[in-house]
């Protein structure tokens, strides 16, 4: 169990970035940070294995504060996996994973028995990959790899910090659906950072949101989705900042005709609303008209709309 005892962390005279937070993370749980950028989810992550010194309250883990622990100890019990996949180029697959097992001095029949095993339970088959240099793979099989060097020496716990949002989204949801079967069998703690809701919901036994170095809610996906704390989380969990970054109301607004005319005379929205209120509207209207300078300028419907959001998480994946 890790617990956060009002942890706060100033990097200078500015906003903390982690403001008098407290939290309980359980053992063998899959615990996902998420919050936007800047809001304090690596600061918390690395506060865990000291890469990060806290400037007040207490980190313990079982029970211990993390500054008795001997730094080499703690370090080595818990993996760390980065976006940006930090293999040694000049090493093989199979030095790159056995780097903190032979820090631990494992024998090396254990090393390689253990780096063949895990790189088989991600599915990279051993043989053919474990003597290749990373350059020799592509972006998703080095995350992988990224993956089984964290979980080498069997830590507790695991610390990833947005580990697949460099990758293109088929080999992002693949390594989602991996480590969540991964998760299954070797329950280990896994402290998991993102900014991406759908991501969270997928993975998270539970979810802490983060806003401004503090916590917004804390809950399971379903008590997030059901009951959203505030404004800021239900907006967060509307839609993928994706999405309305790249909406386009006159992509989805159908001119009135004659076989649609009846609907105009439903609710109205202004051409300039977010794609929150547009959705917000058609849960309870089929059809609602698009006003612009107080002038009717066309409509748009449920089934509009659903296209428009089916054919974008398609390109997304
Ligand atoms: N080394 C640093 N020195 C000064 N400020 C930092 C440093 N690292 C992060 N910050 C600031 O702390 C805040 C939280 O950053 P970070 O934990 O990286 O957020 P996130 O991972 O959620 O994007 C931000 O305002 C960031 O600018
Ligand atoms: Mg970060």
């Not at 990959?129 to 964290?150: F, I, M, N, T």
Request: proline share 4%; net charge negative; charged share 25%.
């Amino acid at each position: 169990m890790i617990v956060f005892e009002n942890v706060s962390k100033r990097y200078d005279d500015n906003q903390p970035a982690v403001n008098y937070l407290n939290l309980e993370i359980k053992k063998g749980e899959f615990f996902v940070i998420i919050g936007p950028s800047g809001c304090g989810k690596t600061t918390l992550l690395k506060m865990i294995n000291r890469l990060i010194r806290l400037t007040e309250g207490t980190i313990k883990i079982e029970g211990k504060r993390i500054s008795d622990y001997d730094i080499n100890e703690l370090r080595w019990n818990i993996g760390y996996v980065l976006q940006q996949i930090a293999l040694f180029p000049h090493m093989t697959i199979e030095e790159n994973i056995a780097i903190v097992p032979e820090l631990k001095k494992w024998s090396k029949e254990h090393i390689q028995q253990r780096v063949h095993e895990l790189l088989n339970m991600v599915g990279l088959e051993a043989d053919k990959y474990s003597q290749r240099k990373p350059a020799e793979l592509s972006g998703g099989e080095q995350q992988r790899v990224g993956v089984v060097r964290a979980l080498a020496a069997d830590p507790e716990i695991i610390l990833m910090d947005e580990p697949f949002s460099a990758l293109d989204p088929i080999s992002r949801t693949k390594l989602q659906d991996d480590l969540l079967n991964l998760q299954r069998t070797i329950k280990k703690t896994i402290v998991f950072v993102s900014h991406d809701m759908q991501e969270a919901l997928k993975l998270g036994d539970r979810i802490c949101v983060m806003k401004d170095g503090e916590i917004v809610q804390l809950g399971t996906p379903q008590e997030i989705m059901q009951n959203p704390a505030n404004d800021f989380v239900r907006e967060f969990i509307g839609l993928n900042q994706d999405f309305k970054d790249t909406f386009n109301i006159e992509s989805i607004i159908q001119p009135i005709s004659k076989e649609n005319v009846y609907l105009q005379v439903l609710h109205r929205v202004s051409v300039n609303d977010p794609l929150q209120i547009i959705l917000n509207n058609l849960v309870d209207h089929e059809a609602i008209a698009v006003d612009q300078d107080s002038e009717i300028i066309g409509i748009i419907t449920r089934e509009s709309i659903i296209r428009y959001l089916a054919k974008d998480s398609l390109g997304r994946g």
